[in-house]
């Protein structure tokens, strides 16, 4: 691993944690030219996920995409960033499991959705108004008489 402070290649592994969250691994190293000490994460590379958006164009998956969707739809409600990485890190694992490497924006809303339904009622409708692009009154007071209804 190179230093981000000299470019020296030779640094040594001092402390190594497994990550809850992501099943990453967390090193902590230190570079044995400047003794400067660094984080390093590793995670296992997963075959990329391609997301086709309503114009039928590909992007890759990013899940910061996700994650600020969600902080937007939850800002000034009680929920901890840790919970959102948690929903992101659930969506993620899903779409994963769908053993296809294409998956429509469309479906990866409805997972967002789902997750925050059940989480606070108040960040799914934010969301859901951006997401289903609510332009009138009618349509908020009929997903707000839906979300109701399932309870």
């Known amino acids: 691993m190179k230093c981000p402070y000299c470019q020296n290649i030779d640094t040594k592994v001092i402390e190594t944690r497994i990550s809850d969250s992501n099943g990453s691994i967390r090193r902590r190293r230190m570079c044995e030219k400047c003794s400067n000490r660094f984080t ?35 800002i000034k409600r009680n929920i901890s960033t840790a919970m959102l990485e ?43 108004s951006v997401y289903k692009q609510f332009d009138s009154i009618k349509q908020f007071t009929s997903e707000l008489s839906e979300l109701n209804k399932k309870k």
Not at 86 to 101: A, G, L, T
Request: aromatic share 6%; with cysteine.
């Open 40 to 74: 390093t994460f590793e995670r296992i590379e997963n075959t990329p996920i391609a997301v086709i958006k309503k114009d039928n164009t590909r992007q890759p998956f990013d899940r910061n995409k996700i994650l600020s969707g969600l902080i937007r739809a939850c």
């Open 86 to 128: 948690k929903i992101v890190d659930d969506i993620e694992s899903e779409i994963r499991n769908f053993h296809s490497n294409e998956i429509s924006a469309k479906e990866i809303g409805d997972l967002v959705l789902k997750k925050l339904r059940d989480l606070d009622k108040v960040a799914y409708i934010r969301f859901a």
